[in-house]
Structure formats: structure tokens, C-alpha cells
């Protein structure tokens, strides 16, 4: 899994494999040590509702995937966009993506 932070947008770049792991119901996490005493936690997590970002606590980042558009994207025809992920605070200006790299099965 990659991840891109630039100003407002997070994006997530995971493979196929990674992709298919999900599908079978398991989570992507993925961790930055920063110092002993603070880390940053991105977690993936497949969903049978809308999906959706949020932040718990002050160091865990939350991407929830609905199943049917992750297949979707798998099925489909390799595409930039991506899927859009809503954040939960919707005042929030924070734009998520999630892009599945289909030319190669392992990123």
C-alpha cells in the first residue's frame, strides 16, 4: 500500500493483490513511527455500506471500502480516477482516493 499526502488529498495506492485481500475480508494497515512516542495508523477496511473516511483519535486513519466498488474497479478498465472516498465529517474539504494498480499483481 502507498499512500500520497499532498495539501487536502489523501491517496491511497494499493495492488491487486492487495485489492483481492480485502475483498476476502481482511484489513490493510499500515504504520509511520515518527518517534518513540508518536505514530500515524492507516487502516483499510472492506464495508457492505457507503464508503467512507474518518479520523479516531489523534493518530488513526480509517478508509472504509464498499465491496461491491472495489469489485467494480477490479473488473473494470484500469482507470487514474480511482474511487472517491466521502469523508465523515462532511464540512470537511478533505479529498480521499483509492486506486487499484491492475497491471501488476504486487505493488
Excluded: W
Excluded at 21 to 33: F, S, V, W
Excluded at 37 to 62: G, R
Excluded at 75 to 85: A, W
Excluded at 93 to 104: D, T
Amino acid at each position: 500500500m502507498y499512500i500520497r499526502v499532498e495539501g487536502q488529498t489523501i491517496r491511497y495506492r494499493i495492488s491487486r493483490e492487495e485489492a483481492e485481500i480485502l475483498i476476502d475480508g481482511q484489513e490493510l494497515t499500515q504504520t509511520t513511527q515518527f518517534s518513540e512516542d508518536y505514530s500515524l495508523t492507516y487502516n483499510i477496511k472492506i464495508t457492505e455500506e457507503a464508503s467512507c473516511f474518518s479520523a479516531e483519535s489523534h493518530n488513526k486513519l480509517f478508509l472504509l471500502v464498499n465491496r461491491q466498488k472495489l469489485i467494480s474497479e477490479i473488473e473494470g478498465r484500469p482507470s487514474k480516477q480511482g474511487i472517491e472516498i466521502p469523508t465523515a465529517d462532511k464540512s470537511n474539504h478533505l479529498l480521499v482516493n483509492l486506486e487499484i494498480n491492475l497491471k501488476n499483481k504486487s505493488l
